[in-house]
């Protein structure tokens, strides 16, 4: 984490669930994005994972940092 936080680029964090939670310590939060979430596990999606919009909130970040959104549709799968 300290490693991706000394990034020249604004970094989006992801951070699901307790554990992750405590690692926002380590990140920069006036450079980079930090987003947290229930951990999208069947026991806690429905306390704060569902809905949150951190795919769009990443996206926004990203594209007004001038980089690349991400894809995050799955493949259709025969």
Do not use: M
Not at 10 to 28: E, I, M, N, R, T
């Amino acid at each position: 984490i300290r490693l991706v936080n000394a990034k020249p680029d604004p970094v989006v964090f992801l951070l699901w669930g307790s554990y992750a939670q405590k690692k926002a310590a380590f990140v920069d939060s006036s450079r980079h994005l930090v987003l947290k979430a229930a951990h999208p596990s069947p026991l806690s999606a429905y306390n704060g994972f569902l809905g949150c919009r951190h795919f769009s909130q990443t996206n926004a970040f990203l594209e007004k940092h001038g980089q690349t959104p991400i894809d995050w549709s799955l493949p259709d799968v025969v």
